[in-house]
């Protein structure tokens, strides 16, 4: 067997070694995922369905949950409203630097605009969710 073969060989099982744990660890992501969620309905549907104070606590477990998801949106679009407004920031540079005559730096704008557009849409697109009255 050549060097060519055996390197061929090497790569594929390389290659149908990765894909298959990622496809592995996606889909045990997805199974537990499914079993939180399973658990976490079944809990607030026994804390609804008790009388008083359990029903009040779990409407309270899901605004507050529903604060937390709204929080965490709008820091996703400003974290990555930022890094786009970096990277175009630097690929204007680079091109700059790269081809001084033409004004082909003026692409780094396309990539600005859209992390500029990304973090002004974290104040337009998500919602307040007020803190619940106590």
Same mark, same amino acid.
């Given at each position: *067997?050549? =060097?060519?073969?055996?390197?061929?060989?090497?790569?594929?099982? #390389? $290659? +149908?070694?990765?894909?298959? *744990?990622?496809?592995? $660890?996606?889909?045990? #992501? =997805?199974?537990?995922?499914?079993?939180?969620?399973?658990?976490?309905?079944? *809990?607030?549907?026994? &804390?609804?369905?008790?009388?008083?104070? #359990?029903?009040?606590? $779990? +409407?309270?477990?899901?605004?507050?949950?529903? %604060?937390?998801?709204?929080?965490?949106?709008?820091?996703?679009?400003? %974290? =990555? #409203?930022? !890094?786009?407004?970096?990277?175009?920031?630097?690929?204007? %540079?680079?091109?700059?630097?790269?081809?001084?005559?033409?004004? !082909? /730096? +003026?692409?780094?704008? %396309?990539? *600005? &605009?859209?992390?500029?557009?990304? /973090?002004?849409?974290?104040? !337009?697109?998500?919602?307040?969710?007020?803190?619940?009255?106590?």
């Amino acid at each position: *067997m050549g =060097a060519d073969v055996a390197v061929f060989v090497f790569l594929s099982i #390389g $290659a +149908l070694a990765l894909f298959s *744990m990622i496809s592995v $660890a996606t889909w045990s #992501g =997805a199974r537990q995922k499914e079993r939180e969620a399973y658990y976490k309905n079944d *809990m607030l549907k026994k &804390l609804a369905e008790s009388q008083g104070a #359990g029903a009040a606590s $779990a +409407l309270e477990l899901l605004r507050e949950e529903a %604060i937390i998801g709204s929080v965490r949106t709008k820091q996703g679009l400003k %974290i =990555a #409203g930022l !890094v786009c407004f970096a990277a175009g920031l630097g690929v204007l %540079i680079f091109l700059r630097a790269m081809v001084p005559d033409e004004p !082909v /730096y +003026l692409c780094g704008l %396309i990539v *600005m &605009l859209v992390g500029a557009a990304l /973090y002004g849409g974290s104040y !337009v697109v998500t919602v307040p969710v007020e803190a619940p009255s106590k």
